[in-house]
């Protein structure tokens, strides 16, 4: 059972806008530790997507955008391409863990 | 480019020590804290712990009593020892650079615990 909480699955067609949640609590994404998404094509080491309130790493399109509020963190895809598909995971820090990191379970998108 | 590479074998036996490398080119290892993290066949990731040059360990609460993990400066890589092994173990072991978030990884090693 993951700290963070992940739609096992989500899809979505060519174009349209997908958001991924990763749920947590006020001991991790509601103490306001940062909140960073990979992307793990099939078969490939996880690749850092995006962050809350930093930067996009170079090279990832500004089509992958994160957010959160309260104890929430979203990840929204605009403009789905195939080349998406892949597996998503959120990851933060939690302070009753003594600040250790923690990840969510993963979301597997699947472009229709 | 800096660059990350995993080494170790690829099988271990249970109730044995799981030993792995990564290999750090680019970039002084002294420059940043260093973390490995696994993913069983199949499943998640799972933190395992963080190191820094200086001896600075952060560990998983849930490996801590089996784990050790070390830097070597000299020849810029770090190491990661897992005692008492079992199937469970079994997984994808990555290092990773930690930089707001683990902006850069090796490709992983698969260890794989059996008899």
């Known amino acids: 059972q993951s700290v963070l909480t992940q739609p096992p699955s989500v899809s979505g067609a060519p174009g349209q806008r997908v958001t991924i949640s990763c749920t947590g609590s006020?001991?991790?994404?509601?103490?306001?530790?940062?909140v960073h998404w990979y992307q793990q094509l099939p078969g490939t080491a996880p690749k850092l997507l995006v962050s809350?309130?930093?930067n996009r790493p170079s090279g990832v399109p500004d089509r992958f955008h994160a957010s959160k509020s309260g104890t929430s963190a979203s990840l929204a895809i605009t403009g789905l391409q195939a080349e998406d598909e892949a597996d998503y995971y959120c990851?933060?820090?939690?302070?009753?863990?003594?600040?250790?990191?923690?990840f969510g379970g993963g979301t597997k998108l699947t472009v229709l | 480019q800096v660059q990350l590479q995993e080494s170790g074998p690829g099988l271990v036996k249970p109730s044995e020590t799981l030993s792995l490398t990564c290999s750090v080119s680019?970039?002084?290892?002294?420059?940043?804290?260093w973390t490995w993290i696994r993913q069983p066949p199949g499943m998640g990731l799972e933190y395992i712990g963080y190191?820094?040059?200086?001896?600075?360990?952060n560990y998983s609460p849930s490996l801590k009593s089996r784990l050790t993990m070390s830097v070597d400066t000299s020849k810029n890589h770090l190491s990661l020892k897992l005692t008492s092994v079992t199937a469970a173990d079994t997984a994808v072991y990555y290092c990773?650079?930690?930089?707001?978030?683990?902006?850069?990884w090796g490709r992983g090693t698969l260890v794989t615990v059996s008899s």
């Open positions: 809350v309130n930093t």
């Open positions: 006020s001991s991790n994404i509601g103490a306001d530790y940062d």
């Open positions: 990773a650079r930690n930089s707001g978030g683990f902006d850069l």
């Open positions: 190191v820094y040059y200086s001896g600075t360990t």
């Open positions: 680019g970039v002084s290892i002294s420059s940043y804290y």
């Open positions: 990851q933060s820090h939690d302070s009753s863990l003594g600040g250790y990191v923690v």
